[in-house]
């Protein structure tokens, strides 16, 4: 017989794209609103990578990370990208930017060997989640570092990133030990 196992919880952490400061603080609001306290925020970085969100959130966005104190089953990762795509929806109504996304609300899940990421696109590295959603493994935990696939978005590799990611790992760590 097989001896079956539960995945341990991990780290919801949701990347917010704004238009603005006003757009960010309002999508911080939303998430905290909806998924709880946050244990850390990071500094606020310009989005500058690509201009692949131009046309739906501005030419001058901004990128904000949150992490939440509470720590979330993986099988959750789709259940929550459909809530943050539905609390997007509803900050492009109370916001009334003359913008199709003004704010871009990017859950996933830092366990303590990578960080995934929940998306709405199928590709050649993403897994089907279910309730139509993927996911990918964008950043590896190896040799005490963060490292970027092949794939890896671009903001992503950087190291003002990976501090942050690393905080929130080290959280985990922690409150994974605490529950033994």
């Given at each position: ?6 995945p ?18 309002a ?12 244990d ?13 969100y131009?046309?739906q ?5 901004q990128?904000q990370?949150?992490s939440?104190?509470?720590?979330v089953?993986?099988g959750?990762?789709a ?6 795509n539905?609390l997007?929806?509803?900050l ?9 996304r ?16 929940a ?48 905080k ?5 760590l922690?409150q994974l030990?605490?529950?033994r």
């Open positions: 017989m097989w001896d079956l196992k539960d341990k919880p991990a780290k919801l952490i949701i990347g917010i794209l704004a238009a603005d400061r006003n757009c960010l603080h999508g911080i609001e939303a998430v905290i609103d909806k998924f709880g306290k946050t850390y925020t990071s500094d606020v970085w310009p989005f500058e990578k690509t201009d692949y131009k046309d959130t501005g030419p001058r966005i990128r990370f949150v939440f104190e509470r720590l089953g993986l959750k990762l259940k929550i990208k459909h809530q943050t539905k997007e929806q509803k492009v109504k109370s916001l009334g930017v003359p913008l199709p003004p704010v871009n609300l990017d859950p996933g899940l830092i366990a303590p060997a990578k960080l995934i990421l998306t709405t696109k199928d590709y050649s590295h993403r897994i089907y989640i279910g309730k139509k959603m993927y996911a990918e493994v964008t950043l590896i935990f190896d040799k005490g570092r963060w490292q970027p696939c092949d794939h890896t978005y671009p903001d992503y590799r950087q190291q003002c990133y990976y501090r942050f990611f690393d929130v790992r080290t959280r985990l922690e030990k605490s529950q």
